[in-house]
């Protein structure tokens, strides 16, 4: 089945600096590729997704970038703010599976 | 918000005993997908559902049950619990089942956290 790797576990940043999250998967059929923000008590929250058609996907402040060759993709946060901290995992997914998920990146940003 | 709906919020129990999750889909979704998050596993994709049928399983225990029901809500049933089971179980929907398409934003409860003691 599909395999995800994310690193790294844990990301410190100052505030106002850029923020890079990257996994890599092992299926090259997988087709899909969210990314997801989980705060503390909560579920996760879908932040951004892209589709494996498309190389690069931007939304205000956050930014994903796919290499299908390579297997990976990445999560990029500019501008870092106080609330940008959570735990952010990167998921993959191949026609009717189940998503796969990371195993999470903490992100500390810090004052 | 979500518009997920996953109760009870905490359930608390012995080994050996049974226990039911519920999870109330956004309106307007058919699908509903339940994955448990543990420490050491993260989060670990259990069983889908589309529109009353099964469409997708992943690393469910025969241990562990599942139904949509015709409202679209679901139920996840855990039994003979053990000590190992205790996870936060996170219930997520979808408009579109997800298929050969790839797509589809799930969107999640805040979960039900289970303590097996």
């Known amino acids: 089945g599909e395999n995800v790797e994310q690193h790294p576990s844990t990301l410190s940043v100052q505030e106002g600096d850029s923020a890079v999250i990257k996994c890599t998967y092992s299926d090259s059929a997988s087709n899909y590729f969210p990314w997801y923000k989980q705060e503390l008590g909560k579920g996760p929250q879908l932040i951004i997704d892209?589709?494996?058609?498309?190389g690069e996907k931007k939304d205000q402040r956050i930014a994903v970038t796919l290499n299908k060759t390579a297997k990976h993709f990445s999560l990029h946060i500019t501008e870092t703010q106080p609330e940008d901290s959570a735990v952010y995992f990167c998921a993959a997914k191949r026609g009717a599976d189940g998503l796969t998920f990371g195993k999470g990146t903490h992100l500390i940003i810090q004052p | 918000d979500s518009g997920v709906t996953q109760t009870p919020k905490h359930l608390i129990t012995a080994t050996g005993q049974r226990v039911t999750l519920r999870c109330s889909p956004r309106?307007?979704?058919?699908?509903v997908y339940w994955y448990q998050q543990s420490l050491d596993q993260g989060l670990q994709f259990l069983i889908q559902y589309y529109n009353g049928e099964e469409r997708a399983k992943g690393n469910i225990l025969e241990r562990f049950s599942a139904q949509q029901f015709p409202d679209l809500h679901s139920e996840l049933n855990l039994s003979s619990l053990e000590l190992g089971d205790s996870a936060l179980y996170f219930c997520?929907?979808?408009?579109?089942?997800?298929?050969?398409?790839?797509?589809?934003?799930?969107?999640f409860g805040n979960g039900t956290r289970l303590t097996v003691t």
């Open positions: 309106s307007g979704d058919l699908s």
């Open positions: 997520a929907s979808s408009v579109n089942s997800g298929g050969a398409g790839g797509g589809g934003a799930l969107h």
């Open positions: 892209i589709r494996s058609n498309v």
